[in-house]
């Protein structure tokens, strides 16, 4: 069974449903066929926080929605990645601002339910390899996203 790690900093308690963003992560997870022996982290957090990890990790000094920190090797990296000791493969982290998806539910005419989903599908595709740099990987990454929403949300 996969470890789903959840830490919803204590002012965004009321706006994340802890029990929904599990269900979304083993959805998301269950459909690219990722193995149940796995581990994922997420983090609901502040706009200053994401801020800071965004200028801190990729050099850029602005705010986002969701950022993604993966840990198994990515498509360019060798083949033969070997799983730890603990039989699980870390995945990594995902770190969303809550401030934001706030923002986005309402500029998108939403629930801050169904926006987290999608900050949390985005991150958990840009986990496995999927991106968003050049526009067929956008495209690509965008259909991901709206067919798992779909399925998360709707059955």
Same mark, same amino acid.
């Given at each position: ?11 965004? +308690?009321? @706006? ?16 690219? +066929?990722?193995?149940?022996? @796995? ?16 200028? +801190? ?25 070997? &799983?730890?000791?603990?039989? &699980?493969?870390? !995945? ?5 601002? @809550? ?18 989903? !999608? ?27 709206? +067919? !798992?929403?779909?399925? @998360?949300?709707?059955?």
């Amino acid at each position: 069974m996969e470890e789903i790690s959840i830490h919803i900093e204590q002012e965004f +308690d009321d @706006c994340v449903d802890r029990g929904q963003v599990i269900r979304v992560v083993r959805d998301v997870l269950k459909a690219e +066929d990722v193995s149940p022996q @796995c581990e994922v982290s997420l983090l609901f957090t502040t706009s200053e926080t994401i801020r800071n990890l965004n200028r +801190d990790y990729r050099g850029v000094d602005s705010l986002t929605d969701v950022i993604a920190f993966h840990m198994l090797p990515q498509q360019e990296a060798s083949p033969s990645f070997i &799983l730890p000791p603990d039989g &699980l493969a870390h !995945l990594g982290e995902v770190i969303i601002s @809550c401030p934001q998806a706030m923002e986005q539910a309402r500029e998108q005419g939403h629930s801050i339910g169904t926006e987290l989903a !999608l900050l949390v599908i985005h991150g958990i595709l840009h986990l496995l390899g999927y991106d968003h740099e050049q526009p067929e990987e956008e495209r690509r990454m965008r259909l991901r996203e709206a +067919d !798992l929403l779909g399925k @998360c949300l709707h059955g």
